[in-house]
T-cell receptor, first 114, second 114 residues
Framework: AQTVTQSQPEMSVQEAETVTLSCTYD???????LFWYKQPPSRQMILVIR??????QNATENRFSVNFQKAAKSFSLKISDSQLGDAAMYFC???????????FGAGTRLTVKP | KAGVTQTPRYLIKTRGQQVTLSCSPI?????VSWYQQTPGQGLQFLFE???????NKGNFPGRFSGRQFSNSRSEMNVSTLELGDSALYLC?????????????FGSGTQLSVL
């Protein structure tokens, strides 16, 4: 079974600085998708970034970028120029290529200090 | 375009009762997935419906069931409630299915079982 591990329960970053959130996963599949979701206090999960495993190029979305290491089964999220609004729970998630079942990590609570 | 709407936002029930939660997807979306979020187990996939048919089911007991209507609105039912069913229940919609598409989440229904 696929599992997703986020080893950092909490992280903090100074406003305008850069922070990296870690995620590792375990799978025997060769094709899959990886995601980072943000859950603010409003509870609504918001997609931050998505990576297709068959793409070697790391995905980027404005201040958010990933470091996808397929062989190491690692998928870290880098947030540059952190803003107060980035404070939230961040979940790493995995989904098989032909599977509708998304597996989530336990989450990392990010605090942004002014 | 309105987002994913879940009702009610909060619900308090007692053990042994049953509960029905509702999810209205984004207009035009035909896939609705349900997730349970608890502090201990994190986010876990319940099931996914597409065009009124359940396509995939997570590892939950038969007390958890769902359905989808012709307008794509979905309901989730939990019978014979247990204390451990206390959780945030999130639904997510997508156009054709979560396999290769972005999921849009609602703000969830917080269920407390006393």
């Amino acid at each position: 079974a696929q599992t997703v591990t986020q080893s950092q329960p909490e992280m903090s970053v100074q406003e305008a600085e850069t922070v990296t959130l870690s995620c590792t996963y375990d799978t025997s599949e060769s094709d899959y998708y990886l995601f980072w979701y943000k859950q603010p206090p409003s509870r609504q999960m918001i997609l931050v970034i998505r990576q297709e495993a068959y793409k070697q190029q790391n995905a980027t979305e404005n201040r958010f970028s990933v470091n996808f290491q397929k062989a190491a089964k690692s998928f870290s999220l880098k947030i540059s120029d952190s803003q107060l609004g980035d404070a939230a729970m961040y979940f790493c998630a995995y989904r098989g290529y032909n599977n509708n079942d998304m597996r989530f990590g336990a989450g990392t609570r990010l605090t942004v200090k002014p | 375009k309105a987002g994913v709407t879940q009702t009610p936002r909060y619900l308090i029930k007692t053990r042994g009762q049953q509960v029905t939660l509702s999810c209205s997807p984004i207009s035009g979306h035909r896939s609705v997935s349900w997730y349970q979020q608890t502090p201990g187990q994190g986010l876990q996939f319940l099931f996914e419906y597409f065009s009124e048919t359940q396509r995939n089911k997570g590892n939950f007991p038969g007390r958890f069931s769902g359905r989808q209507f012709s307008n794509s609105r979905s309901e989730m039912n939990v019978s014979t409630l247990e204390l451990g069913d206390s959780a945030l229940y999130l639904c997510a919609s997508s156009l054709l299915g979560p396999v290769n598409e972005k999921l849009f989440f609602g703000s969830g229904t917080q269920l407390s079982v006393l």
